[in-house]
């Protein structure tokens, strides 16, 4: 087994920031054996083929048996040619030379060809993966098994040295419009691993608000050489060498994904809405302690509303609705919902619960609703609120702050009612599918339950002071 090469291949070309800081030394070896692995060599058949698929090219031989195809393709690594079966007609297979053995692969194609997950434009490009991927994981099964032992993830010293001017750069991009951006990813070496800086600068900001979050990794396609943010190491391949965060930019292995800490802290820049973002997501983008949407629209409502009769009941018009919406989409905390843009506080009021519908995960999440409900049934008062304080701690931190703020405004609210005639069943009815749903999307579920989701909201406002 090689050694790992700890020459960094982060490149000569560096910016001022590069040749000021030490970047972390990236390992080299699996670079070098996707640069060793056999290059695919098309075996062209010489005759004119009947009935050849139109999205095959001359590398397509017709029915012939695998014995044949082995004979086509004898002693020349990485050949490969398209054969249709003899046993079964119609289907269609991949002969690839490797190993001094010939290897057979169901072939499909849906618009793209593809043998496995990944699906590619041309047999010439899956050829080529699928080669560099048997080369690697012939040669270097055992190191691959060891990846994830070592990870550089957990020993960022190299990033110290930039987290005085990262977390300028931070705090610029937060003062600034959501359209600012720190720098294009593809630019230096440093930015490469921009994620992992942001990472080291923010957990020494003591202004962060450090609710637990998990990255949210997807299969992504890099263009040009990159390398793990976790283990290191390169990540082979053509497509889908890896997975991306899609919002904090973090690139790591997909066996890696999974050793990943929860410590996601999401960018700015790939934060598209305030709307329909996940609740944690988006106070770790912004840094706050709560979502913006719900300390402006609460502040609006303390300042002008508590006496409006209807409170929270009476709805806006939804077209106004929809510009609060917008507005804070577009301009996050310095969006303008002030009385002299609009006057109707219950516009401001439906904005809110506008929110708290639109989350992707509820308030009350998925996770914890079926547990709140059945504290809901228990008869009891004292052993009921005792269960509900039960579950409130299982919810995520930035969750449970958003709630229990959300309920001591409503208290406030109830401490108006003579005015607004809103007391905390009023508000439980009105509150209680906002802030919960079931997790299967059933309609009989959700009817069952609206008597129970209203007690809870009700029980959290009345008990605000002792539940949280």
Known sequence: MAASSNSSLSGSSVSSDAEEYQPPIWKSYLYQLQQEAPRPKRIICPREVENRPKYY????????????????????????????????????TLALR???QTLNYRLFYDGKHFVGEKRFESIHDLVTDGLITLYIETKASEYISKMTTNPIYEHIG???????????????????????????????????ITSLVRRAALTQNDNHF???????????????????????????????????????????????SKYVPNDCQPDLKRI??????????????????????????IREIEARGLKSEG?????????????VKMAFDRDGDKADISASIYPDI???????????????????????????????????????????????????????????????????????????FMNAENLGIVFGPTLMRPPEDSTLATLNDMRYQKLIVQILIENEDVLF
Request: overall charge positive; proline content about 3%.
């Open 158 to 192: 190299y990033a110290t040295l930039l987290r005085e001017k990262v977390s300028r750069r931070l705090s610029r991009t937060k003062n600034e419009s959501r359209k600012a951006s720190v720098t294009s990813e593809e630019n230096t070496p440093v930015e490469k």
């Open 311 to 323: 409170l929270y009941r009476v709805s806006g018009f939804t077209e106004h609705i929809e510009d």
């Open 346 to 420: 219950n516009i401001i009021a439906g904005a809110l619960k506008l929110y708290f519908r639109d989350l992707p995960i509820p308030v009350i999440t998925y996770d914890t609703y079926s547990k709140f409900i059945e504290a809901a049934k228990i008869s009891n008062p004292d052993e009921r609120l005792e269960a509900i304080h039960e579950v409130l701690m299982l919810l995520p931190a930035a969750h449970y702050e958003t709630l229990r703020y959300l309920m001591i405004h409503l208290k406030k609210v109830t401490l108006h009612e003579k005015d607004n």
């Open 57 to 92: 090219g001359r590398e397509f031989h017709g029915i012939i048996s695998r014995e044949q195809a082995d004979e086509i393709l004898a002693g020349v690594e990485g050949a490969y040619i398209l054969r249709e079966s003899q046993r079964q007609p119609g289907c269609y």
């Open 272 to 297: 598209k809405r305030v709307y329909c973002c996940d609740l944690t997501t988006l106070v770790k983008a912004h840094n706050t302690q709560r979502p913006m949407v719900v300390d402006s629209c």
């Open 98 to 100: 490797f190993g001094n």
């Open 210 to 256: 450090n609710y637990e979050k998990a990255h949210n990794f997807k299969v992504h396609t890099f263009r040009g050489p990159h390398w793990c943010e976790y283990c290191a190491n390169f990540m082979w391949g053509l497509i889908a060498q890896g997975v991306r965060c899609s919002d904090c930019g973090l690139n790591v292995h997909k066996q890696c």
